[in-house]
C-alpha cells in the first residue's frame, strides 16, 4: 500500500484471542469509535469475507464495503469495494505471537471523495489507527 499509516500495539494475550476479536466484525462498535453498526455479508471458512459497515465520525459519514483476506491468526488484510464517501480504506493487521503476548501491528490508507490536504489526511488516518489498535486491546482485556 502507498502512502499508509502504520503503528503497532503489544497485548497480552495470544495471536489467536486477538485475531477472534478481530474476526467479530458485528461487535466493532463496541470497541471501535465511529463505527455505528456492521452487517457480515459473506463468509468463508467461518471468517467474514464480505462486510458492510455503517461510519459516523466526525464530519465523515459512510455506509461502505469491505473484502477481506484471512492468512490464518497471522494477518488479515482488507481492501474498499464500495463506499459514498470513502473512495479508499485499505489495510491490514499483522500479529507477531510470543506466547503469552502478541504485537499487533495495523496498517491502513484511506482516501475521501473531499479534496483533503495529505497532512490531514495522514493525521487523521494516525487517529484512526491508534484509537483503533488501543480499542483492540481494552477489547481482548474484556472477553479474556
Do not use: N
Amino acid at each position: 500500500m502507498a502512502d499508509q499509516t502504520e503503528s503497532s500495539i503489544e497485548i497480552d494475550a495470544p495471536a489467536a484471542t486477538i485475531m477472534d476479536v478481530i474476526a467479530d466484525l458485528p461487535a466493532y462498535p463496541q470497541w471501535s469509535d465511529g463505527i455505528t453498526e456492521v452487517t457480515v455479508l459473506e463468509e468463508k471458512d467461518g471468517r467474514p469475507l464480505r462486510a458492510r459497515f455503517h461510519l459516523e465520525s466526525g464530519p465523515i459519514r459512510d455506509s461502505y464495503e469491505l473484502l477481506y483476506d484471512w492468512d490464518g491468526d497471522r494477518q488479515v488484510s482488507w481492501q474498499l469495494t464500495t463506499g459514498e464517501m470513502l473512495t479508499a480504506m485499505d489495510g491490514t493487521y499483522l500479529l507477531d505471537d510470543h506466547g503469552a503476548s502478541t504485537t499487533v501491528h495495523y496498517r491502513l490508507a484511506v482516501d475521501v471523495r473531499i479534496p483533503m490536504i495529505g497532512m490531514i489526511k495522514r493525521k487523521a488516518e494516525r487517529i484512526i489507527v491508534d484509537t483503533a489498535l488501543k480499542g483492540l486491546r481494552r477489547r481482548v482485556a474484556e472477553i479474556s
